[in-house]
């Protein structure tokens, strides 16, 4: 108690210096929250945006086999089938895998509407792949497959168009020539950072076998579908991807312009290096802050020494000791620091608010910042040691005042 009233003695005796001194600490404090809240928020909005496409999602294109010495004439194409797609399913390093057809631009007519979609013909486990969540209705199931039943699923905006507020579940559409009857509509997934194969709100989707004998009029697979068991093994399932096929299609599995591949993890890879860059660089920014601010504090710090050697003198001639004086000016010093910091913290907490609630809902490109765990531990510790480094030598210097000097200054 008596250190604690000593110490708000000393700071209201030089409020002006120690006010004007810890501005520094106050706008270190608020650059370290406000702009590592931002970052936070960025990233995790970034990953969410990816992670719409799927959270394992691997896209395989087929390519063209190019022969030595004769070039693109005697390129022969790589043709993926349904058993390609299988074979790939059962790799121990592969969760899931499903065939993905794209049809462009298909004139689709329901409810008196005519418009212009992508029909897309999918699998069962494409749900899972492509994170495509039912709102009402299902998804197409295995029967669907099995049986070449014509349903479609419809993309959230697809059902809109054309059924406006209407429920679309059980009613049929038209797929140029071919009737189908809607069986779900899916979840809206917003503006996707995304779309290997298009927007999925603006899709059709239908059973592949369906796509390949009514609409396509082959049994080609134009592109493969597939979810690593976890994300830091997509590169190993990409070489087994690699592997099968060539192994059934007679080309090396180290020919890249036989197959071509999109990984979400090597996209999500890039983005938290980048917003890793950035956070490194903005929190050594708001520390060196912090420490132009400390400096400043413990400079004061050794000019209040100096003017206070009378009195330091004075405690220590009536029996306080060297670890009482050196507690008393450590105290001041953490106490200012302390209390600027916590005001700037507050000052950018305040600032994350106020931006969270004016930033725009499901916006594609930005996000609202968010407070972590992990920055307000950054915070703390970056306040304890600035308290430290503040305090420390002014303290030692004062424990450190022979107290007969002391009383020869008086």
Not at 384 to 409: F, H, K
Request: charged share 20%; with cysteine; hydrophobic share 50%.
């Amino acid at each position: 108690m008596d250190l604690l009233q000593s110490t708000l003695r000393s700071l209201r005796a030089h409020a002006l210096r120690f006010g004007l001194t810890s501005l520094g600490i106050v706008w270190g404090a608020f650059l370290l929250t406000f702009l590592s809240a931002s970052i936070e928020g960025l990233d995790a909005h970034y990953t969410r945006e990816f992670e719409k496409a799927g959270p394992k999602f691997v896209v395989a294109w087929p390519g063209s086999l190019i022969k030595n010495r004769v070039g693109e004439r005697g390129a022969r194409a790589v043709v993926l089938e349904n058993e390609d797609v299988s074979r790939v399913g059962a790799v121990h390093s592969v969760e899931d895998s499903a065939p993905n057809l794209t049809l462009w631009n298909q004139v689709v007519r329901a409810n008196g509407r005519t418009k212009l979609f992508q029909v897309q013909g999918v699998a069962p486990r494409s749900a899972t792949i492509r994170n495509l969540v039912p709102r009402e209705g299902r998804f197409v199931s295995r029967l669907d497959v099995e049986r070449g039943e014509r349903v479609a699923y419809l993309g959230a905006v697809a059902a809109e168009r054309l059924y406006g507020t209407a429920r679309p579940i059980g009613r049929t559409l038209q797929i140029e020539s071919l009737r189908f009857r809607v069986i779900g509509v899916g979840e809206p997934k917003g503006d996707q950072m995304i779309g290997v194969s298009g927007w999925d709100d603006w899709t059709v989707f239908i059973p592949y076998p369906v796509a390949q004998r009514w609409l396509l009029k082959h049994d080609r697979v134009d592109m493969a579908i597939f979810a690593p068991v976890t994300r830091e093994r997509s590169w190993e399932a990409i070489g087994h991807f690699r592997e099968i096929v060539g192994l059934h299609h007679d080309f090396a599995p180290d020919l890249d312009a036989a197959l071509s591949f999109f990984n979400v993890h090597e996209a999500l890879k890039l983005v938290h290096g980048l917003f890793l860059g950035f956070r490194i660089f903005l929190v050594t920014a708001g520390l060196v802050t912090l420490l132009v601010g400390a400096i400043g504090v413990m400079n004061i710090m050794l000019v209040v020494v100096g003017e206070r050697i009378n009195e330091i003198g004075l405690r220590k001639a009536v029996g306080a000791t060297n670890r009482s004086i050196f507690l008393q000016f450590l105290a001041e010093a953490a106490s200012v620091c302390g209390l600027s910091g916590i005001l700037g913290a507050a000052l950018g907490v305040g600032l994350t608010r106020l931006v969270a609630a004016v930033a725009p809902a499901g916006s594609q490109y930005s996000s609202p910042p968010e407070l972590s765990a992990a920055t307000v531990t950054l915070i703390a510790v970056s306040l304890v040691a600035v308290g430290i480094v503040a305090g420390v030598l002014p303290a030692v210097r004062a424990a450190r005042v022979p107290p007969a000097e002391a009383l020869r200054a008086t």
